[in-house]
């Protein structure tokens, strides 16, 4: 009489590679990690966007983007209510500079501020979040004197410097 079951090395090897294939679909799929790089990406070509637009609008005028009709410097204004003082003056959401990028999802809007020397663009996410990890991954593409992240007791704050 002839035998047709598997043998137990058979059925251990098929449960090896089943848990194999898994664990590599997980670390491909895990789609925190695609979120979390794919935030980083958005974020890096956002401030690169905002830093050619900020940086024409400071060649043009001989200075950073002001406050909407008016001569006040920005402090923690949002990018969309700023203006280049040129001879005339356009705002930077829509202007014939281009537009201000949306924050992503789970971001605060940006805000740039100007406070003696230093321009600086800044948005903020919720701590340990996996927005907070891609704030932990950008940081690492620049020095300290282009951008830095500062944590308190709820959010991640990065703050991208365009001069100081």
Same mark, same amino acid.
């Given at each position: 009489?002839?035998? @047709?079951?598997?043998?137990?090395?058979?059925? %251990?090897?098929?449960?090896? $590679?089943?848990?194999?294939?898994? *664990?590599?679909?997980?670390?491909?799929?895990?789609?925190?990690?695609?979120?979390?790089?794919?935030? @980083?990406? *958005?974020?890096?070509?956002?401030?690169?966007?905002? =830093?050619?637009?900020? +940086?024409?609008?400071?060649?043009?005028?001989?200075? +950073?983007?002001?406050?909407?009709? %008016?001569?006040?410097? #920005?402090? &923690?204004?949002?990018?969309?209510?700023?203006?280049?003082?040129?001879?005339?003056?356009?705002?930077?959401?829509?202007?014939? &500079?281009g537009f201000v990028p949306v924050s992503p999802?789970?971001?605060?809007?940006?805000? #740039?501020?100007?406070?003696?020397? %230093?321009?600086?663009?800044?948005?903020? %996410?919720? &701590?340990?979040?996996?927005?907070? @990890? *891609? $704030? @932990? =991954?950008?940081?690492?593409?620049y020095t300290s004197q282009q951008a830095t992240l500062e944590h308190n007791l709820t959010s *991640?704050? +990065?703050?991208?410097? $365009?001069?100081?």
């Open positions: 009489m002839k035998n @047709k079951g598997f043998t137990l090395i058979e059925i %251990a090897a098929t449960i090896f $590679l089943v848990g194999l294939l898994g *664990a590599i679909g997980y670390f491909y799929l895990n789609t925190s990690s695609l979120t979390k790089s794919q935030y @980083k990406s *958005a974020l890096q070509s956002h401030m690169n966007l905002i =830093e050619s637009m900020v +940086f024409q609008c400071k060649s043009l005028s001989e200075q +950073f983007p002001k406050e909407l009709n %008016a001569s006040v410097d #920005a402090s &923690n204004t949002l990018l969309t209510e700023l203006e280049c003082n040129t001879s005339t003056p356009y705002s930077l959401d829509g202007g014939r &500079n999802s789970g971001f605060n809007p940006y805000t #740039a501020t100007e406070s003696g020397s %230093a321009f600086y663009i800044m948005t903020s %996410a919720e &701590n340990n979040s996996t927005q907070d @990890k *891609a $704030l @932990k =991954e950008l940081i690492l593409n *991640a704050r +990065f703050k991208f410097y $365009l001069s100081r």
